[in-house]
């Protein structure tokens, strides 16, 4: 059953409910104010005559003249004696007035419904104010009552009727307004499903469906963002796995088939080892990157001393600093303390440090400064820099630039940085080149650790 067909099926369940509830409440309190209503009339009218029968009881005139205005007021009345239980008088036949005195207790005062065969009458009792135990009981018939209680009530049935159509009309209106949107939203996972990202609109809703496709929304993008990322990710692997696989390829061929001298095929087989050495770091790195995406909870975080951790870094790279003859300076603060997984953490800041060497012309610097409870680690070169459209980039995967060798190393470096809850950046240096900032938030650094 959809959603609107349930909603408008309960709301008119329970309109049916409270309008059930209010037609019997309201039938049966009609009935009892006119009945309440009708002893008031008749109280008054019995009044007059019990005043009217106190004055002038007596003459055949006077008797003749209250039977004429009896009729007239078509009333039905007993003149009953308390003291002996008898009806002295009655307006009704005397079979009839039998009848009813049988089937009615006359002396229960308080009992104001009386019962003629299927009849109900209703009555009033007036005591005669100078002949103790003397009482004028007045009756109605409760079939007058009965109908004007019928058509009050049909009126009500009317309005209620007219009343509960308009609130299921307004009801599916509403529920309309509401449920639209929701399969509005369907279509729009629908077209999630098949990854038609591009063709989603956007749904007008209020409230929390709002929010619910505001998420939607976001979701699909952030999944669009993700899959383009994916899909960029495979055609730069498969690119940077093909192309010594190719170099491979076509060496070992040439070797297989005897087109090369022995010179050459010596040579041949230099540059295939050293393309399956290459083949290996990339496939390695591959499973450091897919590692730590999958196994975050891999690492193993230590307090690090800061100048140590340099000392170590410094350590690795001077064969190459030598080589390039760099200009390496480094400027450490004491007493700062880094929480990281060392070897991790070693490997992503060697991996900055190196590319600086590579792209410096004479001058790498690395720094560590604490201002603030936020650690920060600085490298920077006096090469050709970063551009700020490549900066949007390098820490992709495979991402290089036109020195670049195979663009992993900075993807590894902020996968390994974000794990111990850093950041990394890059931007302009006053030696002319990158700079590199690694940043740490002591307070949050601690609480991981
Ligand atoms: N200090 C730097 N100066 C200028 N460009 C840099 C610097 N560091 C990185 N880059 C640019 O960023 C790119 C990505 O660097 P990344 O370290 O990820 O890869 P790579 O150095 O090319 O290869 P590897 O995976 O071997 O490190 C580089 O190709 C280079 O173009
Ligand atoms: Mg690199």
């Given at each position: 059953?959809?959603?609107?067909?349930?909603?408008?099926?309960?709301?008119?369940?329970?309109?049916?409910?409270?309008?059930?509830?209010?037609?019997?409440?309201?039938?049966?309190?009609?009935?009892?104010?006119?009945?309440?209503?009708?002893?008031?009339?008749?109280?008054?009218?019995?009044?007059?005559?019990?005043?009217?029968?106190?004055?002038?009881?007596?003459?055949?005139?006077?008797?003749?003249?209250?039977?004429?205005?009896?009729?007239?007021?078509?009333?039905?009345?007993?003149?009953?004696?308390?003291?002996?239980?008898?009806?002295?008088?009655?307006?009704?036949?005397?079979?009839?007035?039998?009848?009813?005195?049988?089937?009615?207790?006359?002396?229960?005062?308080?009992?104001?419904?009386?019962?003629?065969?299927?009849?109900?009458?209703?009555?009033?009792?007036?005591?005669?104010?100078?002949?103790?135990?003397?009482?004028?009981?007045?009756?109605?018939?409760?079939?007058?009552?009965?109908?004007?209680?019928?058509?009050?009530?049909?009126?009500?049935?009317?309005?209620?009727?007219?009343?509960?159509?308009?609130?299921?009309?307004?009801?599916?209106?509403?529920?309309?307004?509401?449920?639209?949107?929701?399969?509005?939203?369907?279509?729009?996972?629908?077209?999630?499903?098949?990854?038609?990202?591009?063709?989603?609109?956007?749904?007008?809703?209020?409230?929390?469906?709002?929010?619910?496709?505001?998420?939607?929304?976001?979701?699909?993008?952030?999944?669009?963002?993700?899959?383009?990322?994916?899909?960029?990710?495979?055609?730069n692997?498969?690119h940077e796995?093909?192309t010594?696989?190719?170099?491979?390829?076509?060496?070992?061929?040439?070797?297989?088939?005897?087109?090369?001298?022995?010179?050459?095929?010596?040579?041949?087989?230099?540059?295939?080892?050293t393309?399956?050495?290459r083949?290996?770091g990339i496939?390695?790195e591959?499973?450091l990157l897919?590692?730590?995406?999958?196994?975050?909870?891999?690492?193993?975080?230590?307090?690090?001393?800061?100048?140590?951790f340099i000392?170590k870094i410094v350590e690795r790279t001077i064969p190459i600093v030598n080589e390039k003859k760099i200009n390496f300076k480094q400027s450490v603060?004491?007493?700062?303390?880094?929480?990281?997984?060392?070897?991790?953490m070693l490997r992503a800041v060697l991996n900055i440090v190196i590319n600086g060497i590579r792209h410096a012309k004479s001058e790498v610097s690395i720094q560590v400064?604490?201002?603030?409870?936020?650690?920060a680690i600085l490298v920077e070169d006096d090469g050709e820099g970063v551009s700020s459209e490549e900066a949007a980039h390098i820490f992709h995967r495979f991402v290089k630039g036109k020195n670049g060798e195979t663009g992993l190393g900075l993807a590894i470096a902020r996968a390994i940085i974000?794990?111990?809850?850093g950041t990394i950046s890059v931007g302009k240096s006053e030696l002319g080149g990158a700079m590199f900032k690694i940043l740490?938030?002591?307070?949050?650094?601690?609480?991981?650790?």
């Amino acid at each position: 059953m959809k959603l609107q067909s349930q909603l408008n099926a309960a709301f008119t369940a329970l309109l049916i409910v409270i309008m059930a509830a209010a037609g019997f409440v309201i039938h049966s309190l009609i009935m009892d104010l006119l009945i309440k209503d009708e002893q008031r009339q008749l109280e008054e009218t019995g009044e007059l005559l019990v005043s009217f029968l106190n004055e002038q009881y007596g003459t055949e005139d006077d008797l003749r003249s209250f039977n004429n205005f009896l009729k007239e007021q078509n009333l039905q009345l007993f003149m009953y004696d308390r003291n002996q239980d008898a009806v002295l008088f009655s307006t009704m036949s005397l079979p009839v007035a039998n009848d009813f005195f049988q089937q009615n207790d006359f002396s229960a005062t308080d009992e104001t419904l009386w019962s003629y065969g299927k009849d109900r009458f209703v009555t009033s009792r007036i005591l005669f104010y100078n002949i103790s135990g003397l009482e004028l009981i007045l009756l109605t018939p409760m079939d007058d009552l009965e109908i004007v209680q019928q058509n009050f009530f049909n009126r009500l049935l009317l309005v209620f009727l007219i009343g509960a159509a308009a609130a299921v009309f307004l009801s599916y209106f509403m529920t309309n307004k509401l449920v639209t949107p929701l399969s509005q939203l369907k279509g729009q996972l629908k077209k999630i499903e098949k990854r038609q990202f591009n063709e989603m609109d956007r749904i007008k809703a209020t409230g929390e469906i709002k929010e619910v496709e505001q998420s939607v929304y976001e979701m699909a993008q952030e999944l669009q963002r993700y899959m383009n990322s994916q899909q960029t990710f495979f055609q730069n692997a498969s690119h940077e796995l093909k192309t010594p696989l190719m170099t491979i390829q076509g060496y070992a061929e040439g070797i297989k088939d005897g087109i090369f001298d022995e010179k050459e095929s010596e040579k041949g087989l230099e540059v295939m080892v050293t393309e399956v050495k290459r083949l290996k770091g990339i496939i390695n790195e591959m499973i450091l990157l897919a590692k730590l995406d999958s196994e975050p909870a891999d690492a193993k975080p230590v307090a690090i001393d800061a100048k140590e951790f340099i000392e170590k870094i410094v350590e690795r790279t001077i064969p190459i600093v030598n080589e390039k003859k760099i200009n390496f300076k480094q400027s450490v603060e004491n007493n700062i303390i880094i929480v990281a997984d060392e070897e991790k953490m070693l490997r992503a800041v060697l991996n900055i440090v190196i590319n600086g060497i590579r792209h410096a012309k004479s001058e790498v610097s690395i720094q560590v400064m604490k201002k603030k409870q936020i650690i920060a680690i600085l490298v920077e070169d006096d090469g050709e820099g970063v551009s700020s459209e490549e900066a949007a980039h390098i820490f992709h995967r495979f991402v290089k630039g036109k020195n670049g060798e195979t663009g992993l190393g900075l993807a590894i470096a902020r996968a390994i940085i974000e794990q111990a809850n850093g950041t990394i950046s890059v931007g302009k240096s006053e030696l002319g080149g990158a700079m590199f900032k690694i940043l740490f938030e002591t307070e949050k650094h601690k609480d991981k650790s």
